[in-house]
């Protein structure tokens, strides 16, 4: 009796022969440390395909542990986003810059890309921002009323959602991006105490947090046409005089007068230079060190003469232009031209560019405008 009640318990407690199944390697016969140190190295491009090896290859195509092994390599691509208004629609437009190859040549050809819509209608006046693979699109105004919603696009799988609000609405505000952080200025009319506490904010992605930053009243109730960062400061340019605000210091100041005078429209930074167009339309960039604005040489053949109305920005080092031509449209439409330009400072301290491509990226309606442009890494 004791004999069988001890072989009986005996067998209940016997492991299982079985082992639990293994879940399936990305590549087979490689540790999926190995496997994922390669596979960060494959081009963007190439992804879509690599999602149709494997459940496993797909599930890591759109993790965020992809991209961090991206990072850590020193493997992200740079691409570009541009936000279009069309006529007679409520919604702006978010499109990606893919190449693509052509038949027969085979030659590579740029074209933009359309991305899932904005889910709030009829925003205008908003400002941009990107961190890391987000892009956010923050304020703006509803029917002529400023708001205070934020939201973020997820570049790695082109999906929509809601950030935290800020603490006060905000149209054409300036922004900009220190430490992985957003620092946002002005757009508000400082008519109350919490408008005036909070005229300039900033946003951390990593608590979720909007907080306040410190601002002199003689800086504030300003509207912003144009921001860009320097050194670490947010330069935001006003209808009249420009400020700057130093993130390590917490200091804000004036934007010098050869600077302020000479900036217009959307600029961009490259290597401690200030890019954007002149009166004539033409690309100057502002040495910060030399304190002086210079031409950018070697771009009178191949640009439009008037580029006023361009957008510029930094993509990977390489200054990339973004205008509209209405002189390819027929008639029924316009093109949205793209031109990626190698920027440099020769011995005597001239800037010269070298146009890599230039090219129609898409043809668009009438009235059509460019409302901002970003470059992302991923």
């Excluded at 609405?169 to 992985?180: F, H, M, N, P, Q």
């Amino acid at each position: 009796m004791s004999t069988s009640t001890t072989a009986t318990a005996t067998a209940t407690v016997k492991p299982s022969a079985t082992s639990p199944p293994q879940p399936p390697q990305l590549i087979p016969s490689l540790p999926d440390d190995v496997a994922l140190n390669i596979i960060a190295r494959i081009p963007r491009c190439h992804h879509p395909t690599l999602s149709l090896v494997s459940k496993p290859m797909k599930s890591l195509i759109s993790s965020p542990v992809l991209y961090t092994a991206r990072s850590l390599l020193n493997a992200p691509e740079h691409f570009l986003y541009i936000t279009l208004r069309l006529p007679h629609s409520p919604f702006l437009r978010f499109y990606a810059l893919h190449q693509i190859s052509t038949q027969p040549n085979n030659n590579p050809k740029n074209i933009l890309v359309p991305l899932p819509h904005f889910p709030s209608p009829s925003l205008v006046a908003s400002t941009f921002a990107a961190i890391g693979p987000r892009i956010y699109v923050i304020g703006g105004s509803v029917q002529d009323i400023p708001s205070s919603h934020v939201w973020s696009l997820d570049c790695r799988t082109h999906t929509w959602e809601a950030a935290p609000n800020m603490r006060v609405s905000r149209e054409l505000a300036a922004a900009g991006v220190v430490d992985d952080k957003i620092y946002v200025i002005g757009g508000c009319v400082v008519d109350n105490w919490a408008r005036s506490k909070n005229w300039a904010e900033v946003y951390d992605p990593k608590t979720g947090k909007w907080n306040s930053v410190p601002s002199p009243i003689e800086v504030r109730d300003k509207w912003m046409h144009a921001s860009a960062v320097i050194d670490g400061k947010v330069y935001a340019m006003g209808d009249r005089n420009g400020v700057c605000y130093e993130v390590k210091s917490g200091s804000w100041g004036a934007v010098e007068t050869d600077l302020d005078n000479g900036w217009r429209g959307r600029a961009c930074v490259i290597d401690g230079v200030l890019f954007c167009y002149d009166y004539l339309g033409k690309i100057r960039g502002f040495d910060v060190k030399e304190g002086i604005w210079k031409e950018l040489k070697g771009l009178d053949k191949v640009l439009p003469k008037f580029l006023c109305g361009a957008t510029m920005v930094n993509l990977g080092g390489k200054l990339m232009v973004v205008w509209e031509s209405k002189d390819g449209g027929g008639g029924k439409g316009m093109e949205i031209w793209c031109a990626e330009i190698e920027v440099k400072k020769d011995e005597a301290g001239d800037l010269w560019g070298k146009i890599e491509w230039s090219d129609v990226v898409l043809t668009v309606p009438l009235r059509t405008f460019i409302a901002n442009c970003l470059a992302v890494a991923l």
